[in-house]
């Protein structure tokens, strides 16, 4: 089984770890136990922040703690590197974006929260080798933009609903497969508690699938709560493996496999005597 034949998971540990880099080696060893190809985290920097509730019910200052520098991004890419998955992160900002290109990785996401600006994707998909974009929070209209604004065949598109939890009546599976139309390329990044809708996903052929990932969910932070778990992870892992292996095409006829029933027992009991 050839490993491009297979869904891509991303374990979005995002800022999980909330600035503690013991805590994000451990989840990323973790994550590459149980079988992802990804572990993302995401990239802001508060100076870029713009005034908002934030800066009065004490968020500030739990994105400046979760707040990456180069030093820790070039310490978690060589812990992925170690563990054997790729590093990925989101990104917020066209000065991130300038930042990060000290570091020299193939990939990059673009959020939801910025799927309508088209001078980060459109700088991205220039500095980047592949582009995964989530298009939660985002008008039809947006999305048919980028496909007319950019050269898409870098680009992975993520069917997402950007409500944390997500409820299952909204999940939308519908517009994943009108998506699907246009695009080849379509992922699935899902906030459902559990692992339904990534199953759901990988059997209707999504190329990459991206689950928020926690080792412990009673740990600060918002994203820890509804967090998939390794045990969780291992068996969305596991059904997309099973699920490659059942998608290969055997063709119309009888196979090898079969050979032993073919030559030896049709007709045993129905045969005229």
Known sequence: MKKNQKTKIIAEIG??????????????????????????????????????????????????????????????????????????????????????????????????????????????????????????????????????????????????????????ENVNFPKFFTMKKKIKNIGYSGHLPGIDDAIFAIANDAKYVEKHFTINRKLPGRDNKFAILPKDLKRITEFRDTAAYMNLNKGLNVQKCEMDIYNKYRGRWSEKR
């Open 15 to 168: 800022w999980n770890h909330m600035g503690n880099m013991k805590l994000a080696k451990k989840m990323v060893e973790e994550a590459a136990k149980a079988g992802a190809d990804y572990c993302k985290f995401q990239t802001w920097s508060t100076k870029n922040l713009k005034k908002g509730p934030w800066d009065k019910d004490g968020r500030v200052k739990i994105y400046k703690k979760a707040e990456l520098g180069l030093d820790n991004y070039k310490f978690l890419i060589n812990i992925c590197k170690r563990n054997k998955v790729k590093f990925l992160t989101s990104v917020f900002n066209v000065d991130d974006l300038e930042m990060l290109k000290k570091l020299q990785f193939n990939e990059i996401k673009i959020p939801s929260h910025e799927v309508y600006n088209m001078n980060l994707i459109k700088k991205a998909s220039k500095l980047y080798k592949k582009v995964i974009i989530s298009v939660g929070a985002c008008k039809w209209s947006e999305f048919t933009r980028i496909i007319k604004k950019i050269k898409i065949k870098n680009v992975i598109f993520m069917h997402c609903v950007s409500s944390y939890p997500l409820q299952r």
